[in-house]
């Protein structure tokens, strides 16, 4: 058995939760083989395919660090379990249909504070997408694309993705983050990965993060950001009502 003091480090793990993505796969492991090194480990969680999945998974081993194929409750689920066996200092989520991009490896020298949650940018609907979250208000209106978030290791000591939420809970967890003192985040103009169109988010409804928005936003937001969310939805009138009775 080998000796788990002596088990490899490293400063990144990328993390892919898959599930019958036979045709999208094979795109995202050419990618990461293209930036594969010492500092970044590879973990693939499969949650039991059907179709030819597994097989691409065994034909590219020699880039996957670790690999798991077995049943799940969802993607967060799947998620939170390769959190608990990642070894590096910072996770960086990416989709079966997704891939690294150019700038991946020029962000990796910039992560440095494990209280900081670092982020970039992603190419979506043919456009780059994400630029930097200047305020709280910002937040309500739009979520950090997850594929260009770096989460220090630190983050999963104290959280973990809420299952209940089944395609926002990573919107969920940015807001408890913003709202954190513990925790700051840092912006750089870094392009991380492509994003494609047409994955599981594009299709899912979260009807429960819907309904939890508003609160979400009064806890982990500043007033101002609030009011300013409820006044674009409700209207002036409304939104004081709102306020000085709920």
Known sequence: MADPQKAPTFKVTVI???????????????????????EVEFIVLDGASTDNTVNLIKQNEDIIDTWISEP??????????????????????MGADDQLLEDFPQIIPLLKDDHT???????????????????????????????????????????????????????????????????????????IANFPEGGFSTHTEDVLFEQAKPQLFKQNLNGSAYFHYLYKKQGLVKALKQLLFN
């Open 16 to 38: 892919t939760v898959v599930r019958n993505a036979e045709k999208v796969i094979q795109a995202l492991f050419n990618s990461v083989r293209q930036f594969k090194t010492s």
């Open 117 to 191: 949650v670092y982020y970039g940018k992603v190419f979506f609907h043919s456009a780059v997408y994400t630029k930097e979250i200047e305020n709280d208000y910002r937040l309500t209106k739009t979520n950090i694309c997850h594929q260009a978030i770096f989460y220090p290791k630190s983050v999963f000591e104290k959280y973990s993705y809420e299952t209940q939420y089944v395609k926002c809970a990573d919107y969920v967890l940015n807001l408890k983050l913003w709202g954190d003192p513990d925790f700051k985040f840092e912006y750089h103009d870094c392009l």
């Open 72 to 93: 799940d409750k969802g993607i967060y689920d799947a998620m939170n379990k390769a959190v608990n066996i990642a070894r590096g200092q910072y996770f960086l989520f």
